[in-house]
């Protein structure tokens, strides 16, 4: 029965992919400056099955990226040393192909432009949620 007075129950297929494993196997690059932004995009990987290294800001993405082992690389674009803008453009320059997404707590509409100037692949606005990041990055893997 299909009254009003049904609690509406959650969609299997979205709920055992949330707290699947669809990321079983793949290792990340999560380049992000903030320990709990850090802590809280690790622990949703992870927890789809995914590897992740944590590089704490653009040159240091730079040093620790190994297209041989990572898949994808998580973005920040605002860091100190150098920025996710700078870094992605560096790894293009250098033949990286892998997908890079970047992550912002900017909503300026000019940061669709630059990140299509700078090779990044796709945004996702902070604070993260875990569908869309997930559908970001089964889409581009």
């Given amino acids: 029965m299909n009254g009003m007075n049904e609690p509406l129950k959650p969609d299997p297929r979205a709920t055992g992919r949330l707290n699947g494993k669809p990321l079983q196997g793949m290792f990340i690059l999560l380049v992000e400056d903030y320990p709990l932004n850090v802590l809280f995009a690790r622990r949703l990987l992870e927890g789809w099955g995914s590897s992740v290294d944590v590089a704490a800001n653009g040159q240091d993405a730079l040093d620790l990226l190994n297209s041989d082992k990572h898949k994808l690389v998580l973005m920040d674009l605002q860091m100190p040393v150098m920025d996710g803008y700078e870094s992605a453009r560096r790894m293009r320059e250098r033949g990286e192909t ?8 900017d909503t300026n509409p000019d940061v669709d432009q630059h990140i299509q100037t ?3 692949n796709g945004v996702l606005t902070k604070p993260l949620q875990p569908e869309p990041l997930l559908d970001l990055i089964l889409s581009l893997a």
């Fill in 118 to 120: 700078h090779g990044l």
């Fill in 98 to 105: 892998i997908p890079i997404i970047a992550l912002t707590a």
